[in-house]
């Protein structure tokens, strides 16, 4: 049985940093791309930031600001966060990339706000 959770998130200024980290089990993590997702008031969920086992990319929106990573023996992804902006206050989701599954988890609130 699938199972992603997902933590890290909070209230933080403008500037500030987070770390936000998703366990998955249930999975053959190894052999997936994963990605990070989020979904603000209102708007769809978007792609914020996929890892391969060897590549990443990035919503234009963060690149330089966020940083995607896995470990794969711990069976997690990763999502450093600096710079912060009000407008990356979000809901943040893990999944798989490109494909997600139909299983999401409960996500991790991010608010960046002073």
């Known amino acids: 049985q699938v199972q992603l959770v997902e933590s890290g998130g909070g209230l933080v200024q403008p500037g500030g940093s987070l770390k936000l980290t998703c366990a998955a089990s249930g999975i053959v993590f190894r052999l997936w791309a994963m990605a990070w997702y989020r979904q603000a008031p209102g708007n769809q969920r978007e792609l914020v930031a996929a890892?391969?086992?060897?590549?990443?990319n990035y919503a234009d929106s963060v690149k330089g600001r966020f940083t995607i990573s896995r470990d794969s023996a711990k069976n997690a992804v990763y999502l450093q966060m600096n710079s912060l902006k009000p407008e990356d206050t979000a809901v943040y989701y893990c999944?798989?990339?490109?494909?997600?599954?139909?299983?999401w988890g409960q996500g991790t609130q991010v608010t960046v706000s002073s």
């Open positions: 999944n798989r990339y490109p494909n997600t599954l139909d299983y």
């Open positions: 890892i391969t086992n060897s590549n990443t």
